[in-house]
Each structure stands twice: as structure tokens, then as C-alpha cells.
């Protein structure tokens, strides 16, 4: 949480000074910066991701040297859930919460001629980035430690492809329907990563072991 | 209010002991922080047991448990066991701290979210008295320092005179301040928490239920917090006091001059705990000298200790196994006995040395807790209760702060780990949260802002 924390803030810093030096009364301008904020700050993203499984790399690395038996207290593949959903945690909430606040008081939803589904499509879109920072937390660990650059380069360009869907905003189709199907390929991917199968699956399911 | 300068004189003199003691703990008790003195003489202790154990094992056939031969290795084995329960505890240790300051700063931020009173302006404390309603801006920034000085001052004052009193032994002195300074924490200030939180909600109490209410809220807090009581009340009192005062604090401090007091205090922390001829530092060293636990109401402290007696006459009879020795202490558990006051585990550091010793240490880890200076618990409440104040309604602030705070705890702790001795809580936590909150306030907020208005999400 702490690390995507810094990762919002650098970005903000970066559109801020941008925003700062430039004409503000120039629409397009205005909106391109906005893009170019959002894209920068996806990397950006990404980048505090790498920087935090190098430290939890050495972590384990002096866990390992410490215990007993070889063999750290935590894996690398718990570390990794963790790690993603605290990325989640902290992007769903600082996306929502105040959102959350002003939905306490009173008002009424779209009343100048915006979506009404405001609320609802909110709470949706943070649904699905919280889970898809979970998932692609483990296929990056996942692909850092077995060193697949491929898997590393998915997960970037489907979080931008995600970031760039919220741009048809308010056109719900085109922003919900794509993250949510990315979403399930992402969570089949990390299940089949983490060694699940469709027997384990249904064995699980059928409450069989 | 006149009524509340005059009060502020003793209602600043807890606060000021309380500031002063950070990250400090009671010497004879092997707890995890501070108090290095007293676990390094008991893990010395445990070594030279060990060592004689070791050297014994040749000539000890009937002995099964020793099958090391070279005494060096057994020595850096046991080390690197011992480091290895200490960061496995020191974990845990961080997860029992990272609750109560939690819990202490949820308690803050929803008071001020929901209680006008506390938002609202309505005179300062003596201790800062310059007024910051000035037309300009540098004239305001200089008041604000001023009244850094006076406060830092005074607390440096209060500090001062607190060492001298425990050197001099004036035991029943600083016993009468404390007891003083917590009845009227107890007492006045809940009373008018109650007041506003009912005036907000509207609801109507009568006198004599409200009477009721807090005399017994107050008479089992003096008595959960000075003398025995079960842990947990004891720790909800001390979250609860810590509460109270970092909401006096927001309320009348002004707004610059309660930036500029952070981080002025966490400077003076550092000075002071690390300094050699720094107070605190010599607070706690004579302490440990004395071998005698730091006042209890000034510390929060997250696990108990037991007694010695009855951790002696179990080491001639642990041979047959731990089981025992677990039965024993959950026997225990059921009757809680006091925590601060002697408890000398150092010498129960004398484990038999036929015995692994690892199962018996790590009760002692387990029992070990971790103390934390109530100071650090009111001034962390008190930056992210002013965040939550004046951060132009926005929660984000809030949170950022509240998360680069117990990331600093977590800094805190693990070099508490590594260096072993008594550490001050406030600067790192302190920095990086003044740090977030200004970020947060001028740079996060309009990306944000703009960023929810479109609809984007990053």
C-alpha cells in the first residue's frame, strides 16, 4: 500500500507540474495532459510493483539465511498475493472513498445531465481493479522470479488497456464489459500460476479431497 | 475559554510526561524494546548456562539432549536462533502495536469528523500564546515559531524537573502528579467528550445517569491504570486517554503552530532519547539501574508479565517435557496478576542446561511485549486528527497520512530489532507523515479530484 502510495504521489507531482505550466483554459490541452497523467502514472505503477518484489526478494533472502531448516516462514507466492492486494486495497479506496463520503449526504445522482449509474459504475469499476491488482500482483511475481519478461509485459499493457478503457467513460460498455472479461482471464491465469487446475477445482467444489 | 486555560496548567503537564516518554519500557522486564541492558544481562545469563552446559556435555554420558561436541558452534547456533525468534516475533510484536495506535487514531478522526466541537475555534492554551489571525503571512510563520519555543520549552522544562524528581527519589511526588493528572483526564475530560457527543446526536441524559456513568467510567480507570487490572481494560483505558488528549490538542492548537510543534517534538525525541546527557535517555538508564519498571501510567504495553515465583520452582522439574511448562503458564493465565511492577524474567533466565532451550525462550518471547510511550500514541492521533480536520474535507489525506505512519511504526520496530535499545517512536513515523500530508493536500488531491470528475480510473 505504502509503495503505490509513492507511485500515485510521483505521478501526481509529474501532472501537476505539467498542469501548472501550461494554459488552462485550453480544453484539449488540458485533457491530453490528462491522459498523459494517467498513462505515466500506470508505469509508474508498475515500476514501484518491480521496486517492491526486489525488497521483498532480499527479505526472503535474509529469512532463508536465518531459519532453521532452509526454508522462509512466508513464500514468495503469499508474498505476492499480499503485495497485490494491497496495491488493490489502497487504489480501490483512495478511488472510492470519497465518493463513499459525498454519497452520505444529500443530493441527487447525475442531476446536470450526467450518468445516473455514477455510483453504481464506481463501485463496479474499483470492484474489478481491486481484484485485478491481486492477480496481476502474482503473474508479476510470478514472472519476475522465473524471469518470463512476457508475463511482466502482459501485465503492464493490460493494465493500461484497462486505465485506457476508463476513458469511454460514461459509455459503461465500453469500460466495464472489457475489464471485467480481462479480469477473468487475469484470475484463470494466476490460478493456473499458483498451481490450481480444473480437477482441484472440482474436487473443491464438490467437497471431495 | 478562561475556564480552559486555567485547567490547561496541570491538564499540560501529563501530556508533557507523556511526550517525554517514548519507546521507553520498564528495564527489569526482557520486553522487546528498550530496556536493552536488562535482556542482553538476561540473554548473557542464558549464554553462560548455556556455555557451562556446553562444556559439561563430554563428561555427561547420561545427558541425550546434548549431541553438539564444539562449543563455538552451539554458541552461533543458539545465536542465530535467537535472531531468528527475534524477527519472527518482532512481527508479531509489530502487528499487537500497529492495533492499539489504530484503533486510537479511528477513535480521533471519527470524534472530529462527526463532533463540531472539536473543529471549532475557540481560544488557545496558554502554552501558545501568540495569536495567529495576522493579516500577513510572515507574521503569522513567526508567531507560529514562537509558539514552538514556548511549548518545546515547557515541555523540556516538565522533563527535566520529572528526571531530577525520579533521581531524588521523590517517589510520592511524581506519584501524586501522575495520579492528579490522570483524575483529571478521567473526570473532566470525558465529561465534556459525553457533553459535545450527545449534543451532536441529540440525545437527552440527566444528571444523575451521567454522574453514574462517569464516576465509574473514571474510578475503574484510575484503578486499571495505576494499580491492577485486567491487560485489556488497562490498554483500552490507555488508547482512550491518549485519545481525549490528542483532541484537546487539535482543538486548541492553531493550525500552523501545531505543524511546526511536530515537527519540532520529533526533533527534541530524537535529542532526547539518543543524546547521552539527553532526559529520557537518562531516565530510562537510571531506571534500569534501579531495576525498577517505568510508571505504569505512562506506558502502553502489550503483553504481560509473570512473576517470578512461579517460574522458579518449575526448572528442577522440567525434565520430562514442555507440556508441563505450557500447563503451567495457561494455569496462570487465569489469574492475571499486575503487569509493570517487578517482574524480574531476567532471572528466570536460568534454564536448565540439559534442556533445549529453545521451547523455554520462546514463552519468553512470546511473553515479551512491546511498550510504547503514550507521547507517541496522542502525537501520531494528533497528526492525522489534524489532517482529517483541515484537509478540506478530503479523506484521502487522511488515509495517506494514517498509512505513512504505521509504515514509520513498522521502520521503527525493525530498528528496534536490530539495535536493541531504546529507540524514540516519533521522528521517523512524524516525517513521513507531515511529508505525505502536505504531498497529499497540495499534489494528490486536484490529480484525484480531476481524475474522479472524468470518471478515469489509474
Same mark, same amino acid.
Given at each position: 500500500a505504502f509503495f503505490w502510495l509513492m507511485?500515485?504521489?510521483?505521478?501526481?507531482?509529474?501532472?501537476?507540474?505539467a498542469v501548472k505550466a501550461s494554459d488552462p483554459r485550453d480544453e484539449p490541452l488540458q485533457k491530453g495532459l490528462l491522459i498523459f497523467g494517467v498513462m505515466f502514472s500506470v508505469l509508474l505503477q508498475e515500476a514501484f510493483r518491480f521496486l517492491y518484489y526486489k525488497l521483498l526478494r532480499k527479505a526472503i533472502e535474509g529469512l532463508v539465511a536465518l531459519s532453521e531448516d532452509g526454508c522462509s516462514p512466508i513464500s514468495i507466492q503469499q508474498m505476492a498475493y499480499v503485495a497485490g492486494m494491497g496495491f488493490g486495497l489502497m487504489s480501490g479506496t483512495f478511488s472510492m472513498i470519497n465518493l463513499l463520503a459525498d454519497a452520505l449526504g444529500p443530493g441527487t445522482v447525475g442531476i446536470h445531465g450526467d450518468s445516473q449509474l455514477y455510483f453504481l459504475t464506481s463501485a463496479f469499476m474499483t470492484m474489478v481493479l481491486i481484484f485485478l491488482h491481486t492477480f496481476w500482483g502474482i503473474l508479476f511475481f510470478h514472472g519476475c522470479e522465473h524471469r518470463c519478461w512476457w508475463e511482466i509485459t502482459a501485465v503492464v499493457i493490460m493494465h493500461l488497456a484497462v486505465s485506457g478503457s476508463t476513458f469511454c467513460n460514461p459509455l459503461y460498455m465500453g469500460s466495464l464489459v472489457p475489464s471485467y472479461l480481462l479480469m477473468a482471464t487475469a484470475a484463470t491465469w494466476a490460478y493456473l500460476l499458483s498451481g490450481g487446475s480444473a480437477q482441484n477445482l472440482r474436487r473443491f467444489l464438490l467437497c471431495k479431497f | 475559554m478562561i475556564t480552559f486555560m486555567n485547567n490547561s496548567d496541570s491538564e499540560e503537564e501529563p501530556c508533557n510526561e507523556r511526550t517525554s516518554l517514548m519507546s521507553a519500557e520498564s528495564p527489569p522486564v526482557p520486553s522487546y524494546q528498550d530496556g536493552l541492558p536488562a535482556s542482553e544481562a538476561g540473554e548473557a545469563q542464558a549464554h553462560r548456562k548455556r556455555r557451562t552446559g556446553g562444556s559439561r556435555s563430554p563428561n555427561n554420558i547420561a545427558d541425550g539432549d546434548m549431541s553438539d561436541s564444539?562449543?563455538?558452534?552451539?554458541?552461533?547456533?543458539?545465536?542465530?536462533?535467537?535472531?531468528?525468534? =527475534?524477527?519472527?516475533?518482532?512481527?508479531?510484536? $509489530?502487528i499487537m502495536l500497529f492495533v492499539p495506535v489504530t484503533l486510537c487514531m479511528i477513535v480521533v478522526v471519527a470524534t472530529i469528523k462527526s463532533v463540531r466541537f472539536y473543529t471549532e475555534k475557540n481560544g488557545q492554551l496558554i502554552y501558545t500564546?501568540?495569536?495567529?489571525?495576522?493579516?500577513?503571512?510572515?507574521?503569522?510563520l513567526l508567531n507560529s515559531v514562537l509558539n =514552538?519555543?514556548?511549548?518545546?520549552?515547557?515541555? $523540556?522544562?516538565?522533563?527535566?524537573?520529572?528526571v531530577l524528581l525520579y533521581k531524588y527519589r521523590c517517589y510520592k511526588f511524581i506519584h501524586g502528579w501522575l495520579i492528579l493528572s490522570s483524575l483529571m483526564l478521567l473526570f473532566l475530560f470525558t465529561y465534556i467528550y459525553l457533553g459535545e457527543v450527545l449534543k451532536t446526536y441529540n440525545v437527552a441524559m440527566d444528571y444523575p445517569t451521567l454522574f453514574l456513568v462517569i464516576w465509574n467510567f473514571g474510578a475503574v480507570g484510575m484503578i486499571c491504570i495505576h494499580w491492577k487490572g485486567p491487560l485489556q481494560l488497562q490498554q483500552a483505558y490507555l488508547i482512550m486517554i491518549s485519545a481525549l488528549m490528542a483532541l484537546v490538542f487539535i482543538k486548541y492548537l492553531p493550525e500552523w503552530s501545531a505543524w511546526v510543534i511536530l515537527g519540532a517534538i520529533s526533533i527534541y525525541d530524537l535529542m532526547a532519547v539518543l543524546c547521552p546527557k539527553g532526559p529520557l535517555r537518562m531516565l530510562v538508564e537510571t531506571a534500569q539501574e534501579r531495576n525498577e519498571p517505568i510508571f505504569p501510567a505512562l506506558i502502553y504495553s502489550s503483553a504481560m508479565m509473570w512473576t517470578v515465583g512461579m517460574a522458579k520452582p518449575d526448572t528442577a522439574a522440567r525434565g520430562p517435557s514442555r507440556q508441563t511448562w505450557d500447563a503451567a503458564e495457561d494455569g496462570r493465565e487465569n489469574h492475571r496478576s499486575p503487569s509493570h511492577t517487578?517482574?524480574?524474567?531476567?532471572?528466570?533466565?536460568s534454564p536448565v542446561p540439559t534442556r533445549p532451550i529453545t521451547s523455554f525462550e520462546e514463552l519468553e518471547e512470546e511473553e515479551r511485549g512491546v511498550k510504547l510511550g503514550l507521547g507517541d500514541f496522542i502525537f501520531y492521533s494528533v497528526l492525522v486528527g489534524k489532517a482529517a480536520a483541515t484537509a478540506s474535507g478530503d479523506w484521502n489525506t487522511t488515509l495517506a497520512c494514517f498509512v505513512a505512519i504505521l509504515i514509520g511504526l513498522c521502520l521503527t520496530l525493525l530498528?528496534?530489532?536490530?539495535f536493541k535499545k531504546a529507540l524514540p517512536a516519533l521522528p521517523i513515523s512524524i516525517t513521513f507523515g507531515l511529508v505525505f500530508y502536505f504531498s497529499t493536500d497540495n499534489l494528490v488531491r486536484p490529480f484525484m479530484d480531476?481524475?474522479?470528475?472524468h470518471q478515469l480510473y489509474i
Open positions: 507511485s500515485l504521489l510521483l505521478s501526481s507531482l509529474i501532472w501537476f507540474i | 564444539g562449543v563455538p558452534v552451539r554458541e552461533s547456533a543458539l545465536e542465530n536462533e535467537e535472531e531468528e525468534l =527475534t524477527l519472527k516475533y518482532g512481527a508479531k510484536h $509489530v500564546p501568540f495569536s495567529e489571525d495576522t493579516p500577513s503571512v510572515g507574521q503569522r =514552538t519555543i514556548i511549548m518545546i520549552s515547557v515541555i $523540556v522544562v516538565m522533563t527535566v524537573f520529572l517487578d517482574s524480574q524474567m531476567s532471572e528466570t533466565n530498528l528496534l530489532a536490530v480531476t481524475l474522479a470528475s
